[in-house]
């Protein structure tokens, strides 16, 4: 079963503006990853975050880890057109860091 | 400079056919990765290898094996292929079989008419 939801499925905004994605995951884990995707590229790593930590910030991003409700976010502020791009949470399966699932990711598109 | 390196980019081929997709990193990573990734963009794993050797085999048909010769490569080469296995394969690694981030090729397109 996936381990990782993201929500919304897509985002638009304007340039400038703040992005919030979500992702909702089931079982327990060591940390959650987001990447990132531009169209017809491959997946890029953002932050990763553990499990003892609440939030993280990367220049512009900003993630959180609520263990208790097996959620994060990723916000990212001050828009520009350059993030308009798929972005994805993963987590590990069981006990194998390397065996990552993700979710569907959240399609966000930036206009400038 | 690619750091992980696949060919392909594109491949178009008919039902039936075999064919071979190469992966190559040049980060000196110890595990390498396949990933699918269908239309809906749902990515999924689907083999982990690391010093050569198979550590990750997720729920795959026998038609798709994977071939470390050295830790810088994995191939995956693919028997009768199938309308179903149209997709974007993803080649990744990292150092360390339980230690992210992981880092991606740009993809295989594979079209199956």
């Known amino acids: 079963s996936q381990q990782g939801e993201e929500d919304p499925q897509a985002l638009s905004i304007q340039e400038g503006e703040n992005a919030t994605m979500n992702c909702s995951y089931k079982t327990s884990i060591n940390n959650l990853q987001w990447y990132r995707q531009n169209s017809g590229r491959g997946l890029v790593h953002l932050i990763l975050i553990r499990s003892n930590e609440r939030e993280k910030h990367s220049g512009r991003l900003r993630v959180t880890l609520d263990t208790s409700k097996k959620s994060s976010s990723l916000l990212i502020t001050a828009s520009r057109a350059a993030d308009t791009a798929s972005y994805f949470c993963a987590t590990a399966r069981g006990g194998s860091q390397g065996n990552l699932i993700f979710g569907k990711g959240t399609k966000l598109s930036v206009k400038p | 400079d690619t750091a992980v390196s696949q060919t392909p980019k594109y491949l178009v081929t008919q039902m039936g056919n075999d064919k071979s997709i190469k992966c190559e990193q040049n980060l000196g990573h110890d595990t390498m990765y396949w990933y699918k990734q269908d239309s809906k963009k749902f990515l999924k794993i689907m083999f982990s290898?690391?010093?050569?050797?198979?550590?990750i085999n997720e729920t795959v048909p026998n038609r798709f094996s994977p071939k470390s010769p050295d830790k810088a490569h994995l191939n995956l080469h693919i028997n009768s292929l199938e309308l179903g296995d149209s997709a974007v394969y993803f080649c990744?690694?990292?150092?360390?079989?339980?230690?992210?981030?992981?880092?991606f090729g740009d993809g295989t397109r594979l079209s199956i008419l």
């Open positions: 990744a690694s990292s150092q360390g079989a339980s230690a992210p981030p992981q880092h």
């Open positions: 290898y690391n010093n050569k050797e198979l550590i």
